[in-house]
């Protein structure tokens, strides 16, 4: 007998959510499988954090529906809650308690027991590199461990669906590169995780599928590469060993001449189809190319397309 394949993480259509006057999400749809990355990008105020709100049942949407793991959203709220697991912008630890004291109380609200609360505690406090910090106050922690200590308390429960919501804000590039790896060790053991960012190079790193949010509706969906081939500006780069070579390349494959450098730039999506085509006509030219490269738009081209401006942050991010 054929095994049913397991329910998708997320299935929502038609989410709506406004405020007074002002439309936030204007009918979404969302389909995430289970044991993947998918990552919501946006502009400020685009809707991201109110998405994230009402598929963890803090907030009520308007209208649409939406099954979390299996269970209805409107329907079974607390079995949704029991599933999941979040992790907000901001770090939301004690910071008067100790890190070991944090988790044990977060062990306390889904009431592990005593023994399996500490159990569990040492794991995560081992798991996260905070053993030697443990009985420290978390005021004492560092950015990147008070958000490591977040994310450890928030798997106290072992939710099998995790949001993280901008998880990574404010972060060194080196507290940001830990928690991509902490990301992917989870999806590793079979957690789904909806992350919310404005650092393109991090979604661009991590997430299996994207989906652009923009005044409350998502314009793309699709992997990173997927995206990026939508948008003009790719192409292949080609350079030759002497000046006949690229002669001969310019009049059949035409593009734009770099004399200097001896080489062409042929407009291309970056697809596999389009660069064997390119190949195939200089093999029957017989013409003899040096050296090839693929460049195509990167996330930050495909949002300015989409949403009409760069990410603010990816730019500050790229600058520090």
């Known amino acids: 007998m054929t095994p049913h394949p397991p329910p998708a993480a997320i299935t929502a259509t038609g989410l709506r959510k406004t405020f007074g006057d002002h439309v936030v999400l204007d009918g979404i749809d969302l389909d995430v499988p289970t044991g993947t990355i998918f990552s919501l990008l946006g502009p400020n105020g685009a809707g991201k954090t109110t998405v994230v ?64 609360a500490r159990r569990r505690t040492a794991d995560l406090l081992e798991r996260f590199d905070l053993v030697d910090a443990a009985g420290k106050p978390a005021s004492t922690y560092s950015g990147g461990m008070r958000r490591r200590l977040d994310l450890a308390m928030t798997l106290m429960g072992d939710p099998r669906l995790i949001f993280l919501d901008e998880p990574t804000t404010g972060l060194d590039p080196r507290s940001r590169r830990g928690m991509w790896d902490i990301t992917r060790e989870l999806v590793a053991d079979g957690v789904t995780v909806f992350l919310t960012t404005q650092y393109l190079e991090e979604a661009d790193r991590l997430a299996d599928r994207i989906a652009v949010l923009d005044h409350g509706s998502i314009v793309a969906q699709g992997t990173a590469d ?11 780069r080609l350079r030759f060993a002497a000046a006949h070579a690229l002669d001969a390349a310019s009049r059949t494959l035409g593009g734009a001449r ?53 990410s603010t942050a990816d730019n500050e991010a790229k600058a520090a």
């Open 258 to 310: 770099d004399d200097a450098a001896l080489a062409l730039q042929v407009p291309s999506d970056g697809g596999v189809e389009s660069l064997r085509a390119l190949l195939d006509r200089a093999d029957a030219a017989s013409i003899e190319i040096e050296e090839l490269s693929v460049h195509t738009p990167d996330l930050d081209d495909v949002f300015l397309a989409l949403t009409g401006h760069s």
């Open 53 to 116: 709100k009402i598929l963890s049942t803090l907030t009520a949407a308007d209208g649409g529906r939406a099954r979390i793991l299996g269970h209805d959203l409107a329907a079974e709220p607390d079995a949704v809650r029991a599933a999941i697991g979040v992790t907000g912008q901001y770090a939301a630890v004690d910071g008067l308690l100790t890190g070991e004291e944090n988790l044990m109380l977060m062990g306390n609200l889904h009431r592990l027991g005593r023994r399996r």
């Open 226 to 236: 997927e995206l990026k081939r939508r948008i003009p500006g790719g192409h292949i």
